[in-house]
Antibody, heavy 123, light 107 residues
Framework: EVQLVESGGGLVQPGRSLRLSCAAS????????MHWVRQAPGKGLEWVSG????????GYADSVKGRFTISRDNAKNSLYLQMNSLRAEDTALYYC????????????????WGQGTMVTVSS | SYELTQPLSVSVALGQTARITCGGN??????VHWYQQKPGQAPVLVIY???NRPSGIPERFSGSNSGNTATLTISRAQAGDEADYYC??????????FGGGTKLTVL
């Protein structure tokens, strides 16, 4: 069964850091680009970051550029999101999503999504 | 920046056809993807590249894209189709963009 399972969310104070993880199974992880997408409570979807199959190409939304870092470990079938200098507006459910292709900016759809991990930034 | 505009809500009678639009500048030149999200669940891809259905998605779901508007059409609407629907495109200037989402109500 194709599956993505996120972890690492929680309550964190503004300015602190958090690292999210996404464990993939059921498909050849290193054949595909991966993404993080977030959804603030009661709001729509917002793309956060994407990484190509071999980590050769990476992109970020302007809202997180310089604060968040995406990475992957193909040997461990895992995707990560290091979030630094967290702000209240980063509070959201963070989804890990599989790209249909190998390059994060090829315009392919996101065909598999995890259930998400909640990040709450509050003092 | 590139923006996608969706109606906040669309209502459809049970068994009738629902159409959800996604507006964007020259969106017809881009590949549009559509996602369905039911309450408390992760998004599910229902249409990719304008008009293609992934395996397991009913034929009642279809899509089109031309000019400045892409459309998701749901024929013979069922109660189980009630959800939020999001369009998505890739724009080389700002990367991935989602529409604001449309809440579909089946009456």
């Amino acid at each position: 069964e194709v599956q993505l399972v996120e972890s690492g969310g929680g309550l964190v104070q503004p300015g602190r850091s958090l690292r999210l993880s996404c464990a993939a199974s059921g498909f050849t992880f290193d054949d595909y680009a991966m993404h993080w997408v977030r959804q603030a409570p009661g709001k729509g979807l917002e793309w956060v970051s994407g990484i190509s199959w071999n980590s050769g190409s990476i992109g970020y939304a302007d809202s997180v550029k310089g604060r968040f870092t995406i990475s992957r470990d193909n040997a461990k079938n895992s995707l990560y999101l290091q979030m630094n200098s967290l702000r209240a507006e980063d509070t959201a459910l963070y989804y890990c999503a599989k790209d249909w292709g190998y390059y994060y900016g090829s315009g392919n759809a996101f065909d598999i999504w995890g259930q998400g991990t909640m990040v709450t930034v509050s003092s | 920046s590139y923006e996608l505009t969706q109606p906040l809500s669309v209502s459809v009678a049970l068994g009738q056809t629902a159409r959800i639009t996604c507006g964007g500048n020259n969106i017809g030149s881009k590949n549009v993807h559509w996602y369905q999200q039911k309450p408390g669940q992760a998004p599910v891809l229902v249409i990719y590249r304008d008009s293609n259905r992934p395996s397991g998605i009913p034929e009642r779901f279809s899509g089109s894209n031309s000019g400045n508007t892409a459309t998701l059409t749901i024929s013979r609407a069922q109660a189980g189709d009630e959800a939020d629907y999001y369009c998505q495109v890739w724009d080389s200037s700002i990367s991935w963009v989602f529409g604001g989402g449309t809440k579909l109500t089946v009456l």
